[in-house]
T-cell receptor, first 112, second 112 residues
Framework: KQEVTQIPAALSVPEGENLVLNCSFT??????LQWFRQDPGKGLTSLLL?????REQTSGRLNASLDKSSGRSTLYIAASQPGDSATYLC???????????FGTGTRLTIIP | KAGVTQTPRYLIKTRGQQVTLSCSPI?????VSWYQQTPGQGLQFLFE???????NKGNFPGRFSGRQFSNSRSEMNVSTLELGDSALYLC???????????FGPGTRLTVL
């Protein structure tokens, strides 16, 4: 059974700093890994998707990496802003199965 | 292109009642998945529909059911509501490019 862990559960950093969020998974037979952000009481916004054959994806100030052999993905946020404050979730699925298994989430607070 | 829409956004029901939630995927998307989000259990997969057929089902009791129509719109139904069914219910539609999944804003269900 796939287990996905995100550590730390909460993180506070001053505005302008670069930061890394971690996602660990136990089963390397993944097809896609997606990073989402969720604002309080809202739905999920897709940030980046990494296919199993890829090592990283970039979008603006965000960069996500994937290392299947070590069961890890990281989300790098450059030059953090107060608007980045949200809960960040990683999720992955197996080939031929749309079910996403979600991590436990990291609640990020950017201090102005 | 319009995003995933869910109606209603908020619902208050009492124990024993039943409820129907609706999800309209992004135009052209044929796969719709449903998730339950609670503070204690996080995001849990309910089921997935593709071309009106349920392809995957999570570990939820039979009180939770769903269906998909020919226009890809999906509904989920919860019968004999329990207090523990209070949650944010999210639906996601899957794109055809890299199988990225996009979530709607959710329906907040409160069972009294």
């Amino acid at each position: 059974k796939q287990e996905v862990t995100q550590i730390p559960a909460a993180l506070s950093v001053p505005e302008g700093e670069n930061l890394v969020l971690n996602c660990s998974f136990t089963d390397s037979a993944i097809y896609n890994l997606q990073w989402f952000r969720q604002d309080p009481g809202k739905g999920l916004t897709s940030l980046l998707l990494i296919q199993s054959s890829q090592r990283e994806q970039t979008s603006g100030r965000l960069n996500a990496s994937l290392d299947k052999s070590s069961g890890r993905s990281t989300l790098y946020i450059a030059a953090s802003q107060p608007g980045d404050s949200a809960t960040y979730l990683c999720a992955l699925n197996r080939f031929g199965n749309e079910k996403l298994t979600f991590g436990t989430g990291t609640r990020l607070t950017i201090i102005p | 292109k319009a995003g995933v829409t869910q109606t209603p956004r908020y619902l208050i029901k009492t124990r024993g009642q039943q409820v129907t939630l609706s999800c309209s995927p992004i135009s052209g998307h044929r796969s719709v998945s449903w998730y339950q989000q609670t503070p204690g259990q996080g995001l849990q997969f309910l089921f997935e529909y593709f071309s009106e057929t349920q392809r995957n089902k999570g570990n939820f009791p039979g009180r939770f059911s769903g269906r998909q129509f020919s226009n890809s719109r999906s509904e989920m139904n919860v019968s004999t509501l329990e207090l523990g069914d209070s949650a944010l219910y999210l639906c996601a539609s899957r794109g055809t490019t890299y199988n990225e999944q996009f979530f709607g804003p959710g329906t907040r269900l409160t069972v009294l």
